[in-house]
């Protein structure tokens, strides 16, 4: 059984009813090439079979940590794998996608050889019936300091704010107290640029390691009214924190570019959605104009 002290990465996994993906996003987990690891799977009150399915992988490997919690969502769950992990690294997957074999070792080595505190590596979004394939070109690394990828990360183009495609220090959030914001959906645009702004450096690789898989049951394809309000909240956040670090000035073009392309969004998403009636879909385009 690996040790503590031995332990570089924690792999975080939350897990809430998803028996049909989660044999995959395991497999992905246990067959990483980078061996000093832990895997923390937060069962979140699943319902179906996936506790099941978790047990036979705790069963047969002695790097997998099982904690189960009542449903919180999750945040919530992260928030579990964060406080008990031991690794120097963090990383998140969600239990419905998977990665490649070198998904640790790839973001693991550069962070090391960096002096990195994020790594940032490509994902391809996919459907759920097709294969993550990983092309076989050198490793090639992107060196940004705290302010430059900051800027980028604001703008949500060149680097997402996504949590799950990157490798974070622990310490990043220990020492800041920097969580995932519990009963919000679209909770990494919380918390991402709240890292970026603490971090020295940030490392993009070129190599596209993480499959996002879309599917129709998740909880981001549907759009409601509270995505909107989360939406709305966290881009009031993000312009708080910048304003209260005083480095609004800095950031305001990219912030502003951020509001247009989330107002432009939110419109797609509002006129398409068949969660929201058209009275509820009318007072959110008014309320567009508040942003």
Partial sequence: MLSEKNIKVSLIIPVYNVEKYIYKCLKSAVNQTFKDMEIIIVNDGSKDNSYKIIEKYK???????????????????RNTGIKISCGKYIAFADSDDYFSKRFIEYM?????????????????????????????????TKIFSSEKALKILIEDVFINNFAWNKLYKRELFTENNIYFPVGKTYEDMYVSYRLFHKS??????????YCYVQRKKSITSSFTEKNFDDIKLGLYDMKNYLLENKIYNKYAFSYKFLVIKNILILIYKIIISKDITPKIKIKLLKELKKI
């Fill in 200 to 209: 020295n450096k940030i490392a993009v690789i070129n190599k596209k390691l």
């Fill in 59 to 77: 069963n047969k490997y002695d790097n997998i940590k099982v904690i189960n919690q009542e449903n919180s969502g999750l945040s919530s769950a």
């Fill in 108 to 140: 693991y080595t550069t962070a090391e050889k960096k002096n990195c505190d994020i790594v940032v590596c490509g994902f391809k979004r996919i459907s759920e019936s097709k294969k993550l394939k990983i092309k076989n070109k050198p490793l090639k």
